[in-house]
């Protein structure tokens, strides 16, 4: 089955990262890619390496560091509004990068474990999840505020609410907490949900919360205090969070269906296949949805759930598709090149291969 195939191929590139820790091997760069990007310049960690390239023509700006080293960069980078690139590591630290020189500003390295999800920026302060168990808030430069700990690995970026002053960490031992984001006090957790969480919470303007787990479900909860208010069950575990637009939600699970579900009773709008599994969030543009899957695809459906478009991409594609103004970029893994940049049309604009250096 199409699950068991991508649980095999991520467990196997997990445990050769515990391993080449062990050795000194350096990554390979095998694992899904992380990527951000703004009108000029798509941030792409891939491997052992983080490039920029220019949105326009798909050349190379910069990369870090210069020659590949142990470090390992999977999770999607942050741009902060005071213009740093964090990146987190698989080697435990949490780098700043200058966006514009590649330069690194500082590290920071309490964590005990690796970095495995990408932090979340508010006002003035980083939430840096764990696979350590904690959650560090950092100040803008990369000194501690507070730091608290779950009950398990922490893989997903945390999510935050403008109604509150809280961040919502969604963790391994099956239970979604909520801190206050100045002090670390916890607020509430949940019981225990039935799977554990690798996915980013999706936060709804009607005071829901939104979690997908590895028990085959999708979960509305309160924000105010962590309760359930709705179950939604899935085909296979669902590994990303959902995206939320117009009171429905959109996500995939590991057999490969997509759905959208009533963000306000948990009630199925419709259901498809597109191919093979699903491993992270969709990207909305008005009304159609670019989706990748494990497959070599890239496809454009409609909100209505028809399938509009798609284009063979290459590769396998674990990350979710990037729009920056009139351009979507697709990471594959597996492939020559590291980047494929389209137009909205999804007819291709230019690719990405790093010269050797």
């Excluded at 670390?184 to 829901?208: F, I, Q």
């Excluded at 479900?217 to 669902?238: H, K, N, P, Q, Y």
């Excluded at 599994?277 to 496809?299: C, H, M, N, Q, R």
Aim: aromatic share 12%; net charge negative.
């Amino acid at each position: 089955m199409k699950s068991k195939k991508i649980l095999l191929l991520l467990t196997v590139t997990l445990l050769s990262i515990f391993i080449s820790a062990c050795t000194g091997s350096a990554y390979s760069s095998t694992s899904w890619h992380g990527l951000v990007a703004n009108t000029d310049t798509a941030y792409l960690s891939a491997g052992n390496q983080v490039y920029a390239i220019d949105v326009n023509t798909g050349s190379e700006k910069w990369r870090y560091p210069e020659k590949p080293n142990t470090k390992g960069f999977y999770a999607n980078p942050v741009l902060t509004p005071d213009e740093q690139l964090l990146i987190p590591s698989y080697d435990n630290k949490l780098y700043s990068l200058n966006p514009a020189t590649g330069s690194e500003n500082w590290n920071f390295e309490d964590s005990s474990n690796r970095l495995i999800a990408s932090p979340l920026v508010v006002n003035d302060t980083i939430y840096q999840p764990s696979s350590d168990g904690y959650i560090y808030a950092l100040d803008m430069n990369g000194r501690v505020v507070w730091k608290k700990e779950t009950g398990g690995p922490l893989w997903a970026q945390p999510a935050s609410d403008s109604d509150c002053n809280c961040i919502y960490v969604a963790s391994m031992d099956h239970t979604v907490y909520s801190f206050d984001a100045s002090t670390g006090e916890l607020l509430w957790h949940t019981p225990e949900l039935g799977g554990a969480m690798v996915g980013t919470p999706a936060v709804g303007p009607d005071g829901g919360l939104y979690v997908g787990t590895f028990g085959n479900e999708m979960l509305a909860l309160d924000a105010s205090d962590g309760s359930i208010l709705w179950r939604f069950t899935t085909d296979d575990w669902v590994w990303s969070g959902p995206v939320f637009s117009n009171d429905i939600l959109y996500f995939g699970d590991l057999s490969g269906y997509f759905y959208a579900v009533n963000a306000l009773d948990g009630t199925s709008n419709w259901r498809i296949q597109p191919q093979n599994s699903i491993v992270d969030k969709p990207a909305l543009l008005e009304d159609k949805i670019y989706l990748t899957t494990e497959g070599d695809s890239l496809f454009v459906i409609s909100t209505d759930g028809d399938i509009i478009d798609s284009r063979v991409v290459g590769g396998l594609i674990y990350s979710s598709p990037v729009i920056t103004g009139e351009t979507v970029l697709v990471a594959p893994t597996n492939f020559d090149s590291l980047l494929i940049a389209m137009n909205l049309d999804i007819n291709q604009k230019w690719t990405f291969t790093p010269a050797k250096k």
